[in-house]
């Protein structure tokens, strides 16, 4: 069974950092590009930030551009986000999620599954 | 606001047939898949339909997608009571250079 499990969210003040973990397990980890995405309670989804299977091909969305930075280790079988300089509108539910291809953006892609999340609150 | 967009809410009476559109444009609907999205209250999202049609194993048949020109939709025939969720419709753009997400549609059953 394919299980993403997110760890490193907290309570922090506008312009700390956070380091953001997934642990995947039950598939090849290395054959698969990897997603974060973002969820303000009661709020939208946000696309935030993927790798492709090698690191190579990265990309981030315009609102995390220079704060934020993805990164995996194929060997621990763990995705990262490094979230530097955290705003109040960053505050948001931070979820994991498998890409369906090994490239960032393969045509017909999809992202599944979802882990449960791990919760960024940032207030001062 | 989103360069993809949802009507915010939408409704039906149990066994109705309801649809929610997903409205983009030439660099993302026009030129890419659309995948959509299930989130049931207090969970993760799940994968109704991929590349603009296609259902998952263990999806009900009763959920299908289409996709024309730079627009696509979800229909859900004889709605049920737990079909009251949000549904999302999330592709690539090509000049964001992005996954684009629609604001979402808040599911009622009446």
């Known amino acids: 069974e394919v299980q993403l499990v997110e760890s490193g969210g907290g309570f922090v003040q506008p312009g700390r950092s956070l380091r953001l973990s997934c642990a995947a397990s039950?598939?090849?980890?290395?054959?698969?590009?990897m997603h974060w995405v973002r969820q303000v309670p009661g709020k939208g989804l946000e696309w935030v930030s993927s790798?492709?299977?090698?690191?190579?091909?990265?990309g981030y969305a315009d609102s995390v551009k220079g704060r934020f930075t993805i990164s995996r280790d194929n060997a621990k079988n763990a995705l990262y986000l490094q979230v530097n300089s955290l705003r109040v509108e960053d505050t948001a539910l931070y979820y994991c999620?498998?890409?369906?291809?090994?490239?960032?953006?393969?045509?017909?892609?999809?992202?599944?599954?979802w882990g449960q999340g791990t919760l960024v609150t940032v207030s001062s | 606001q989103s360069v993809v967009t949802q009507p915010p809410s939408a409704s039906g009476a149990p066994g109705q047939r309801v649809t929610i559109s997903c409205s983009g444009s030439?660099?993302?609907?026009?030129?890419?898949?659309v995948n959509w999205y299930q989130q049931l209250p207090g969970t993760a999202p799940k994968v109704l339909i991929y590349?603009?049609?296609e259902r998952p194993s263990g999806v009900p048949d009763r959920f299908s997608g289409s996709k024309s020109g730079t627009s696509a939709s979800l229909a859900i025939s004889g709605l049920q009571s737990e079909d009251e969720a949000d549904y999302y419709c999330?592709?690539?753009?090509?000049?964001?250079?992005?996954?684009?997400f629609g604001g979402g549609t808040k599911m009622a059953v009446l």
């Open positions: 999620t498998k890409a369906s291809c090994s490239s960032i953006n393969c045509y017909g892609g999809w992202f599944d599954p």
């Open positions: 039950g598939f090849t980890f290395d054959d698969y590009a």
């Open positions: 790798i492709s299977w090698n690191g190579v091909a990265i």
């Open positions: 030439s660099s993302n609907i026009g030129s890419n898949t």
């Open positions: 590349n603009n049609n």
């Open positions: 999330v592709t690539w753009d090509d000049s964001l250079h992005a996954w684009v």
